[in-house]
């Protein structure tokens, strides 16, 4: 059974600094992995998908990696913004699973003036 | 383009009612599936449709059922509700079942009274 952590769970940075969320996952047998943000009570904003035979994503200020061996996936934000603030998702796809994506617990990010 | 649609927005019922709650997917897709997030964690995959059937299913009890229509759209029917199923559910749209990015609606807030 798959199973997707996140940590940290909360997370409170000054404005323009980088920093690094992290997703591990216990079944590399993944198909895809997926970052989404999520506005509190709002539903899921697709941010970047690594599909399991590439090493990394970019979109923006955003950089998504993934290593399958050791079962982790970093999800890299260059100079945080206060409209960066909300809950990150990582969710993995399991080969043969279809579409049917686990998901971790978030991190709640914080990105103050 | 319009994303994935959900109706209503926030419903209010109590325990040993039923509920419907509705999904449009995303223009171009065909297969939708359903996730309940509750508090604080990670949305939970309650199942998937493609081509009016049932293709994978969660660890969720009979009580909740649904359909897809023709057209792509989607209900999900909780039966016999209980004080434990409040909760964000969140319908999610990809094209075919295995791999795509998927897109999320803004989801329907349920309590249960």
């Known amino acids: 059974k798959q199973e997707v952590t996140q940590i940290p769970a909360a997370l409170s940075v000054p404005e323009g600094e980088n920093l690094v969320l992290n997703c591990s996952f216990t079944?590399?047998?993944?198909?895809?992995l997926q970052w989404f943000r999520q506005d509190p009570g709002k539903g899921l904003t697709s941010l970047l998908l690594?599909?399991?035979?590439?090493r990394e994503q970019t979109s923006g200020r955003l950089n998504a990696s993934l290593d399958k061996s050791s079962g982790r996936s970093t999800l890299y934000i260059a100079a945080s913004q206060p409209g960066d603030s909300a809950t990150y998702l990582c969710a993995a796809a399991l080969t043969g699973g279809g579409n049917k994506l686990t998901f971790g617990t978030g991190t709640q990010l914080k990105v103050e003036l | 383009d319009a994303g994935v649609t959900q109706s209503p927005t926030h419903l209010i019922k109590t325990r040993g009612q039923q509920v419907t709650l509705r999904c449009s997917p995303k223009s171009g897709h065909d297969t939708v599936s359903w996730y309940q997030q509750a508090l604080g964690q990670g949305p939970q995959f309650i199942f998937q449709?493609?081509?009016?059937?049932?293709?994978q299913r969660g660890n969720f009890p009979d009580r909740f059922s649904g359909h897809q229509f023709p057209n792509y759209s989607s209900e999900l029917n909780v039966n016999a509700l209980l004080l434990g199923d409040s909760a964000l559910y969140l319908c999610a749209s990809s094209r075919g079942t295995v791999g795509s990015t998927q897109y999320f609606g803004p989801g329907t807030r349920l309590t249960v009274l």
């Open positions: 449709y493609y081509e009016e059937e049932e293709r």
């Open positions: 690594i599909q399991s035979s590439q």
């Open positions: 079944d590399s047998a993944i198909y895809n």
